[in-house]
T-cell receptor
Framework: DSGVTQTPKHLITATGQRVTLRCSPR?????VYWYQQSLDQGLQFLIQ???????AKGNILERFSAQQFPDLHSELNLSSLELGDSALYFC???????????FGPGTRLLVL | GENVEQHPSTLSVQEGDSAVIKCTYS??????FPWYKQELGKRPQLIID?????GEKKDQRIAVTLNKTAKHFSLHITETQPEDSAVYFC???????????FGTGTLLAVQP
């Protein structure tokens, strides 16, 4: 157990819908990262937040957005869902000054 | 842009043999190189990491070597066991972007 938690574990929804994925980092970690893992794309970095501020951006679609709240938990919002958005979404966290990232258990999203 | 290439994509070894997975990176400013193990449907787990000021690091049966000149790093697993079977990902932290770029993964199968 890495200490990073994610909810929900599984999510099944329809195309066009909007979902919110939630992540709580390890105690004391200020940075949160979001990744998408699909069969044909591997682990793709989406976005990083540090202490509430966006720090780095990867291949995140405009339909996706994220935020980090004052209690340091983070939410990833996915809207206008398409079949191709079906994937495992992982959150990771790290202590602010170190690069070591610890992953949560992931949310498996299925868009029908 | 930043890129990490990983080889081989699949690797089958007999129990007790050694396994070697190789990665090359494009960003010469990268200074942190973690390796993750991911079992089916589970989260990526950090197994070992190395920073650019070190050429080799060992942890029991696992070792990582880094050649900064060639921009190449490798994972070595000795005395493999069936429980080592998983997908292994290498990654490199972008020097300027602070993004972790992952390789495409190696499926390691250890035959008993």
């Amino acid at each position: 157990d890495s200490g990073v938690t994610q909810t929900p574990k599984h999510l099944i929804t329809a195309t066009g819908q909007r979902v919110t994925l939630r992540c709580s980092p390890r105690s004391g970690d200020l940075s949160v990262y979001w990744y998408q893992q699909s069969l044909d794309q591997g682990l793709q970095f989406l976005i990083q937040y540090y202490n509430g501020e966006e720090r780095a951006k990867g291949n995140i679609l405009e339909r996706f957005s994220a935020q980090q709240f004052p209690d340091l938990h983070s939410e990833l919002n996915l809207s206008s869902l398409e079949l191709g958005d079906s994937a495992l979404y992982f959150c990771a966290s790290s202590v602010g000054g170190t690069p070591t990232q610890y992953f949560g258990p992931g949310t498996r999203l299925l868009v029908l | 842009g930043e890129n990490v290439e990983q080889h081989p994509s699949t690797l089958s070894v007999q129990e007790g043999d050694s396994a070697v997975i190789k990665c090359t990176y494009s960003d010469s400013a990268s200074n942190y190189f973690p390796w993750y193990k991911q079992e089916l449907g589970k989260r990526p787990q950090l197994i070992i990491d190395i920073r650019s000021n070190v050429g080799e690091k060992k942890d029991q049966r696992i070792a990582v070597t880094l050649n900064k000149t060639a921009k190449h790093f490798s994972l070595h697993i000795t005395e493999t066991q069936p429980e080592d079977s998983a997908v292994y990902f290498c990654a490199a932290l972008g020097g300027a972007t602070n993004k972790l770029i992952f390789g495409t993964g190696t499926l390691l199968a250890v035959q008993p």
